[in-house]
């Protein structure tokens, strides 16, 4: 089996079939999307893999620098309800970890999964990465390293809008990153 089906099959294992091979270098991280998690977004300091708990702009830059190779995934629903919504994309948020570890147990040390949303493992979350109650799965999202995941998924061909009201269709998008 070649390591891309390999791969892919252990992605469709874990029930996700919905997406694309990116080249890292196709990646834009931008200042202005940690100015949005900074002034706007009520995760800020108070998600354990949120910013300020996340590598400065500089460092998230670098992080992508050194692959060569990864995957985004596509996730399409209309959840009005909050309660639920967080239930669907908690379960989604653990599959995806789930496929980083069985990429890291098949002989891919490098493996990193970005979360499709913040991560709510916990029903209660806590300010500070050190005091994480699930470290080994807990990840952040890509906007949590600064990728402008407009512009990078568009590149792809994927859809993604500003929303407007919570009955509007959600494209949610979470990173993997694998050598
Ligand atoms: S695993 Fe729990 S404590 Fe850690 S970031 Fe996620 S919700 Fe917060």
Request: with cysteine; charged share 25%.
């Amino acid at each position: 089996m070649t390591r891309i089906k390999r791969l892919e099959t252990i992605a469709r294992h874990h029930g996700f079939t919905d997406f694309k091979w990116i080249d890292p270098k196709a990646i834009i991280v931008s200042q202005w999307v940690r100015m949005k998690c900074e002034y706007g977004c009520p995760n800020y300091g108070r998600i354990a893999s949120c910013p300020p708990n996340t590598p400065t702009v500089e460092e998230c830059r670098r992080f992508f620098a050194e692959y060569h190779t990864g995957m985004v995934f596509h996730f399409q629903q209309v959840i009005k309800d909050t309660r639920k919504r967080r239930a669907w994309s908690t379960k989604v948020n653990v599959g995806l970890s789930k496929v980083e570890r069985d990429l890291f147990l098949a002989g891919y040390p490098k493996a990193f999964m970005f979360f499709q949303g913040a991560c709510r493992l916990c029903a209660e979350c806590v300010a500070a990465r050190a005091e994480c109650k699930k470290p080994e799965l807990s990840r952040p999202t890509p906007e949590a390293m600064a990728v402008d995941v407009f512009a990078t998924v568009r590149q792809l061909g994927y859809p993604i809008e500003v929303l407007t009201d919570r009955s509007d269709q959600m494209n949610r998008y979470a990173f993997l990153m694998v050598e």
